[in-house]
């Protein structure tokens, strides 16, 4: 079986599998009330949500993990082998692609845990930002680790214009910070996670495939098919943090797998954008004592400004569209593709 009827199947199973759980998840979900409480802050449009089920994101899961098994299974009963194919170092290979799955899902367990705790508690808080973070952190850590062992400790990573650059301890430094903030610009992103992983997949797709990594190929249309599926359901489910940790955790994994973290910064750009402006939105309380939007993350202050969401997931789009696009042609110009 080729590689390209394999993708295929992956993109077609997390589409299906995806769109189908939401006839059965969306009424249990709402069957043991996990509507997530909102508070008198919150922007309109999230409370228009408030009587929505939340942790829409399992199907998310569901649907990407079903798409990568079916996947492998079919290939391996075929005899191809995806996920190393044309690959000198398969090991290496076979070690990204499942620590990074389980990276992924070691995110989604502290994102349920998380909603879990906002359904529960009657002020509709989950867990603290410091126990979040802490989680986020030695996940990450744990990542890092699995695929130090991968590269027979000799971590290496894509620079553009540089090349190949061989990291030695700065790959634990770069790691234990750029993973953390990805993921919380990620979880800041929320009730948009699932057009915004669709882009992400699409253009980190196209570099897994200029840079015949079928492997990553494999991941990126697993969850760019679980993520249309979910956008059929999206007006009657949110996504939860147990989606958007999961999301952030799989295309990061991807961008490892494929060699070049550094893409993350303009393929999915809006999460940099929500992430800067999160940063800069904390130095300024912390400076002048007084909040610098009418609220928080970035997408909520201009709902609160008058822009309806429409438009603000359209900008938000261009914007996703724009980086992708910038991240592929910087790659190629900075010599990443074979």
């Given at each position: 079986m080729s590689n390209i009827s394999v993708v295929v199947l992956a993109a077609a199973t997390g589409l299906v599998v995806t769109g189908v759980s939401g006839f059965t998840a969306i009424p249990f979900l709402r069957k043991v009330n996990f509507g997530q409480i909102t508070e008198a802050l919150e922007p309109k449009w999230y409370k228009s949500k408030l009587n929505i089920p939340s942790m829409g994101g399992i199907m998310i899961i569901i649907g990407t993990l079903s798409a990568v098994v079916a996947a492998i299974v079919t290939d391996k009963l075929s005899g191809g082998d995806i996920i190393a194919s044309g690959s000198f170092t398969p090991q290496e290979m076979y070690t990204k692609f499942w620590s990074g799955l389980m990276m992924a899902g070691a995110f989604a367990l502290a994102g349920a845990v998380d909603d879990y705790a906002g359904i529960t508690n009657p002020s509709g808080i989950g867990l603290t930002v410091s126990r979040k973070h802490t989680a986020i952190f030695f996940i990450a850590v744990s990542f890092l680790l699995s695929s130090y062992m991968g590269m027979q400790g000799e971590p290496y990573m894509?620079?553009?214009?540089?090349?190949?650059?061989?990291?030695?301890?700065?790959?634990?430094?770069?790691?234990?910070?750029?993973?953390?903030?990805?993921?919380?610009?990620?979880?800041?992103?929320?009730?948009?996670?699932?057009?915004?992983?669709?882009?992400?997949?699409?253009?980190?797709?196209?570099a897994s495939v200029l840079r015949e990594n079928y492997g990553a190929l494999l991941l990126c249309v697993s969850l760019?098919?679980?993520?249309?599926?979910?956008?059929?359901?999206?007006?009657?489910?949110?996504?939860?943090?147990?989606g958007s940790l999961f999301v952030g955790g799989m295309t990061a994994a991807i961008a490892y797998f494929i060699g070049c973290p550094l893409i993350l910064i303009l393929c999915g750009a809006s999460y940099s954008v929500i992430g800067i402006c999160e940063i800069i939105r904390v130095l300024?309380?912390?400076?002048?004592?007084?909040?610098?939007?009418?609220?928080?993350?970035?997408?909520?202050?201009?709902?609160?400004?008058?822009?309806?969401?429409?438009?603000?997931?359209?900008?938000?789009?261009?914007i996703d569209i724009i980086g992708g696009i910038s991240s592929v042609l910087l790659l190629r110009a900075g010599g990443f593709f074979k």
């Amino acid at each position: 079986m080729s590689n390209i009827s394999v993708v295929v199947l992956a993109a077609a199973t997390g589409l299906v599998v995806t769109g189908v759980s939401g006839f059965t998840a969306i009424p249990f979900l709402r069957k043991v009330n996990f509507g997530q409480i909102t508070e008198a802050l919150e922007p309109k449009w999230y409370k228009s949500k408030l009587n929505i089920p939340s942790m829409g994101g399992i199907m998310i899961i569901i649907g990407t993990l079903s798409a990568v098994v079916a996947a492998i299974v079919t290939d391996k009963l075929s005899g191809g082998d995806i996920i190393a194919s044309g690959s000198f170092t398969p090991q290496e290979m076979y070690t990204k692609f499942w620590s990074g799955l389980m990276m992924a899902g070691a995110f989604a367990l502290a994102g349920a845990v998380d909603d879990y705790a906002g359904i529960t508690n009657p002020s509709g808080i989950g867990l603290t930002v410091s126990r979040k973070h802490t989680a986020i952190f030695f996940i990450a850590v744990s990542f890092l680790l699995s695929s130090y062992m991968g590269m027979q400790g000799e971590p290496y990573m894509f620079i553009p214009f540089v090349g190949m650059v061989t990291l030695g301890f700065f790959y634990w430094i770069f790691g234990a910070i750029f993973i953390p903030a990805y993921m919380n610009a990620v979880n800041l992103y929320d009730d948009f996670c699932a057009v915004n992983s669709l882009l992400t997949c699409v253009f980190l797709g196209i570099a897994s495939v200029l840079r015949e990594n079928y492997g990553a190929l494999l991941l990126c249309v697993s969850l760019a098919g679980a993520s249309v599926g979910f956008l059929l359901w999206n007006k009657k489910v949110k996504a939860g943090n147990v989606g958007s940790l999961f999301v952030g955790g799989m295309t990061a994994a991807i961008a490892y797998f494929i060699g070049c973290p550094l893409i993350l910064i303009l393929c999915g750009a809006s999460y940099s954008v929500i992430g800067i402006c999160e940063i800069i939105r904390v130095l300024y309380y912390k400076a002048n004592g007084k909040s610098l939007f009418r609220a928080y993350p970035l997408q909520y202050h201009l709902e609160e400004c008058g822009m309806k969401r429409q438009k603000i997931i359209g900008i938000f789009t261009v914007i996703d569209i724009i980086g992708g696009i910038s991240s592929v042609l910087l790659l190629r110009a900075g010599g990443f593709f074979k």
